[in-house]
């Protein structure tokens, strides 16, 4: 048991639900049109283990709020300004160098992330990302291996994945941004310290980009901002018409 | 499995007296219940045969992807829209066991992709029918993938064995497949009015097409003796389709829906459910590409493939690079 | 243009410890590092593994069948190799 705000606590793991949850939308998307068989494998797995994070979190989500919702009423009775998920994961999917970006930006931001909430006062918490630590990682390598090949492959695609790093690059800011929640959750021992795993984070990446012979982004790029507190680009309503067509449709309806 | 980089022994092609007794030989094996493997001598047609079967089955596996993969965006739970990504993949996964399985013939995926892509290939005509409701996918997991098992449990015993063992891990993996689509057509049969319309409706279009899964009669299925002689095939379409019956109809009258079939009826002494006339054009029509959404599956692959060739090249192109720069650094 | 396919690789299991890596089949990648991930997301999607060997297909060389007779059958009757060929008194244990 944690001495913490409990609205605190529904808004921090809700955020965490969300960004599983949109990811792993997206990540859907490509099934059925992934380059190679072998990566519509690969594709689908990191979709899984995404929608099973948000799973997990959704529901103690649902359960510390105690207004009855659970995951699925999360889900998908909520408009785009209730979701919290941070902007870099509802970028579209636009193409496989963008969405390899995407997803190593958030896996290795996540790997850290997941790796000091294992040791969160909060135990659910704690076991939640103990589970979800070791998904990130692999997705972290593989979308990392991917990088390497596409950056040091051919000139199409070393152009291709630099234009996804340069568009993708001003959402990286958010990830490491912390409110007075995570500041007060953190101080109860909840939450990370993400603003701490910035650094780490870069030089992790910067080593990617090094072996794919990519530029390195500048610092100096102003960053988005936003996701957290339900300011959202257009995308992420597109994405959830699709998603909550059914349940909203047919409100009365189990499925 | 081993495929063309294996080096394959080039004999000379036997004499017409040789390949009488090798032929014998061979059928001697198959009648034994002896596998055959990838570098056993086999008959020509055999293995054109079994090239051509198993290419067209992971075909089906990976354009099966596509009408179930319409819904995955929309499943309308978080619990069901994982059961279905993992239910998808796993089609992804069997059209790879399966392509790995003719690979060890000596055909190479490439040249099955390029007889898909340019609709040369066939495939499973159920998959050219469109997903339009939720309980389509119940329909498609209880109907499609419940007839699929019922073609696919004899394959596991099937004379070739790179091809038995790919079903044998296909079918344990599939076992869940069925019963999700049916635990969905359960709970929309039981649901509200517009959700048991649904389930009706999806019953309504899946019923027919999923009868013409198991091909044609067998008075006009041109391959089934040479088939069976070869222990490919160990039953013919009519037997596998009649079961298919038998177990299904209770299976919708327990759901409360109503098969659509006028003629319908159970033959109280043989215990069979018979059935009407399926209309064949139909099904010609449908495997000769006028589906409702041949071209749209078609579509999707060629568009997949295209869209993925620049990733691919790059691969190659990468790995080109590694290999340059690894002999150039053993010659420093 | 005809696509320059990627390569084969031949894929080994190992599914417990204490067992010995087992072929599952093939897969096609253009690299070990990425055949061994192909692998994972292809063979142990229901903790079917523990490790991995992957091997390109055309490294591997192997008997040709033709030759079974001569290969395999010399072995059939050296019986003396099997510990049931071999006779031990009544009241003898531990041997």
Not at chain 2, 225 to 247: C, G, H, P, Y
Request: hydrophobic share 40%; with cysteine.
């Amino acid at each position: 048991m944690t001495t913490c705000d409990q609205k605190d606590l529904f808004t921090y793991v809700l955020r965490l639900g969300d960004s599983g949850l949109v990811l792993g939308q997206r990540l859907s998307e490509w099934v059925g049109k992934a380059p190679m068989l072998e990566e519509e494998m690969a594709l689908a797995n990191m979709a899984l283990d995404m929608v099973g994070q948000a799973r997990n979190f959704l529901s103690y989500a649902g359960e510390v709020e105690g207004r009855g919702r659970g995951e699925d009423a999360l889900a998908m009775h909520r408009d785009v300004g209730s979701f919290s998920n941070l902007l870099l994961v509802e970028q579209p999917n636009r193409d496989f160098a963008y969405t390899m970006v995407r997803q190593y930006f958030y896996a290795s931001f996540a790997e850290r992330l997941f790796e000091q909430l294992q040791h969160s006062a909060d135990s659910r918490l704690a076991g939640i990302a103990a589970k979800a630590v070791k998904e990130c990682r692999y997705h972290a390598r593989h979308s990392g291996l991917w990088l390497v090949r596409l950056g040091d492959g051919t000139e199409e695609s070393h152009q291709r994945v630099a234009r996804a790093l340069e568009d993708l690059w001003p959402y990286t800011g958010e990830l490491f941004e912390m409110d007075e929640v995570d500041r007060r959750l953190l101080e109860a021992g909840v939450a990370a310290d993400v603003q701490a795993m910035r650094t780490e984070w870069r030089e992790a990446l910067n080593q990617v980009l090094v072996e794919a012979r990519l530029p390195l982004p500048s610092d100096e790029i102003w960053m988005h901002s936003g996701g957290r507190i339900g300011r959202h680009s257009e995308h992420l309503g597109h994405l959830l018409a699709t998603m909550q067509i059914l349940p909203r449709s047919y409100p009365d309806a189990n499925w | 499995m081993y495929t063309q980089g294996l080096d394959q022994a080039d004999t000379a092609a036997p004499s017409p007296e040789e390949e009488v007794q090798l032929r014998d030989a061979f059928q001697a094996r198959i009648d034994a219940e002896e596998k055959i493997e990838p570098r056993d001598w086999m008959p020509e047609d055999y293995r054109r045969t079994l090239v051509r079967q198993i290419s067209q089955h992971a075909h089906s596996e990976i354009v099966g992807m596509l009408p179930e993969g319409n819904w995955l965006t929309r499943a309308p739970s978080l619990k069901r829209k994982a059961i279905l990504l993992a239910k998808v993949q796993d089609e992804a996964g069997h059209g790879l066991y399966l392509y790995s399985a003719a690979e060890t013939l000596g055909t190479s995926r490439q040249e099955m992709l390029d007889q898909l892509l340019s609709g040369k290939a066939k495939y499973s005509s159920i998959f050219n029918y469109p997903t339009l409701n939720w309980a389509d996918i119940g329909a498609i997991g209880w109907l499609v993938d419940g007839a699929a098992i019922m073609n696919q449990i004899p394959l596991c015993r099937c004379s070739y064995g790179p091809y038995s063992r790919a079903m044998v891990r296909v079918c344990k993996e599939e076992s869940f497949h069925q019963r999700q689509g049916y635990e969905i057509m359960t709970v929309m049969a039981r649901g509200t009015d517009e959700q048991r319309q649904m389930a009706q409706d999806a019953l309504n279009r899946w019923w027919w097409p999923s009868l013409m899964m198991f091909g044609p009669s067998d008075g006009d299925s041109a391959h089934t003796a040479q088939s069976m002689a070869w222990k490919i095939k160990r039953f013919t379409n009519d037997e596998l389709r009649q079961k298919f019956v038998d177990v299904t109809v209770p299976q919708a009258h327990f759901l409360g829906l109503e098969i659509p079939d006028p003629d319908l009826a159970l033959d109280e002494e043989t215990g069979h459910w018979c059935f009407g006339e399926i209309d064949w054009q139909e099904f010609k029509q449908v495997l000769s590409g006028n589906g409702p959404c041949n071209a749209e599956r078609l579509g999707a692959r060629r568009s997949a493939h295209e869209e993925g060739s620049w990733v691919r090249q790059a691969l190659l192109a990468h790995a080109d690079k590694q290999r340059e720069r690894s002999s150039a650094h053993e010659a420093a | 243009m005809q696509e320059r396919e990627l390569p084969l690789w031949e894929v080994f299991i190992r599914s417990r410890t204490g067992l010995n890596h087992r072929h599952v089949g093939s897969l096609h990648a253009a690299d070990a590092a990425m055949a061994i991930q192909n692998a994972r997301d292809l063979y142990c999607r229901r903790q079917e593994g523990i490790g991995i060997w992957v091997v390109e297909s055309a490294a591997i060389h192997a008997s040709d069948p033709a030759d079974k007779d001569a290969l395999f059958d010399p072995a059939e009757d050296k019986i003396y190799r099997h510990p049931t060929f071999y006779d031990v008194p009544d009241g003898v244990e531990n041997i």
